[in-house]
């Protein structure tokens, strides 16, 4: 059909086909039983592949296993944020602390007063 040059012209119809293609409505559905009969034929001629469809026992694995997932990522969340820092050396602890008080005094030596102008 691709091949027809020609355009279609109203005059080619008879009056009978006409009233038969005005009778057709635009949004035409087939038979359910025509339905199914092709996609019977189709499929007995390896035209149409089997629908797969999840079964339950697959649905409710996937969900056991998602399930497994999240509840191993929360525990490990959980155990991770209450985990305590190694324990320090005393000798450590003592060295920061002097560091901090020697800076906390040399920025109370040096105490400025700043104006700031909007």
Do not use: C
């Not at 997932?69 to 060295?95: D, Q, T």
């Amino acid at each position: 059909m691709h091949d027809d040059q020609r355009s279609f012209d109203e005059n080619e119809w008879t009056a009978e086909e006409r009233a038969s293609l005005a009778a057709l409505s635009a949004d035409r559905t087939p038979p359910s039983a025509l339905k199914q009969r092709t996609v019977h034929a189709l499929r007995d001629r390896g035209q149409l592949g089997k629908r797969s469809r999840f079964s339950t026992p697959m649905i409710l694995g996937l969900l056991l296993a998602a399930s497994v997932v999240f509840v191993a990522g929360a525990l490990v969340g959980y155990v991770a944020a209450n985990r305590r820092p190694p324990a320090m050396p005393e000798r450590a602890v003592a060295v920061t602390r002097s560091v901090a008080q020697l800076d906390s005094a040399d920025s109370a030596a040096q105490r400025t007063r700043h104006v700031v102008w909007y």
